[in-house]
């Protein structure tokens, strides 16, 4: 089956502009996160949600990251006013279920502020 | 919050060769220890976990061990190939909710 989409897989945006990222996770899993993945860093965890809710967002790095998700499947990443320090590669994953630990991976969105 | 440390950073090993990644964690509530692969361009890929009630776990040329006295696990890969040639995650964790991965081991098998 689909496996965890996201788009756009590339986006190139000028500092102070405002960028969506999206995920499609997959069909059926309930939970979803977000992660940062900054050039040859690891991953840092940025938030999830548990249906449609979102019990934990003290990863988001500054209040200029928001995230939502409506009707239990697609989610939204918004990155306002970005800054140079954003660019970096978001990666989204989802799970069966909260508390499932496998958790399936995008293949990401290369965000470059210039 | 959950200290992960993966050992080594880099790791370049001849085609054929076995390859060993170590990862060290400071919760002791722990009880899932997963690894990633992640290729260029690629997100990260489950290959290998194992629980806390296990000591070992294989699958093919891949295995993971697991101390939890000691609190570090091991990936090991035997008979290397190209194909293995990837960035390698630990992320070992107790709640399911978010993963904590270590920094990455980047394994290079020259043929």
């Known amino acids: 089956g689909a496996g965890v989409s996201q788009s756009p897989s590339n986006k190139v945006t000028e500092k102070g502009k405002d960028v969506e990222l999206r995920c499609d996770p997959i069909s059926g899993h309930t939970a979803l996160y977000w992660y940062r993945q900054s050039l040859g860093q690891g991953l840092e965890f940025l938030i999830y949600f548990q249906g449609n809710s979102a019990p934990d967002k003290s990863g988001l790095p500054s209040d200029r990251f928001s995230a939502e998700r409506t009707g239990g499947s697609v989610s939204t990443l918004t990155i306002q006013r970005t800054q140079q320090e954003d660019s970096a590669v978001y990666l989204c994953?989802?799970?069966?279920?909260?508390?499932?630990?496998?958790?399936?991976f995008g293949p990401g969105t290369r965000l470059l502020v210039l | 919050g959950e200290n992960v440390e993966q050992h080594p950073s880099t790791l370049s090993v001849q085609e054929g060769d076995s390859a060993v990644i170590k990862c060290t964690y400071s919760d002791s509530a722990s009880n899932y220890f997963p690894w990633y692969k992640q290729e260029l361009g690629k997100g990260p890929q489950l290959i290998i976990d194992i629980r806390s009630n296990v000591g070992e776990k294989k699958d093919q040329r891949i295995a993971v061990t697991l101390n939890k006295t000691a609190k570090h696990f091991s990936l090991h890969i035997t008979e290397t190939q190209p194909e293995d040639s990837a960035v390698y995650f630990c992320a070992p964790n107790n709640a399911g909710n978010m993963l904590t991965f270590g920094g990455g081991t980047r394994l290079m098998v020259k043929p």
């Open positions: 994953a989802s799970s069966l279920e909260w508390r499932e630990e496998t958790q399936y």
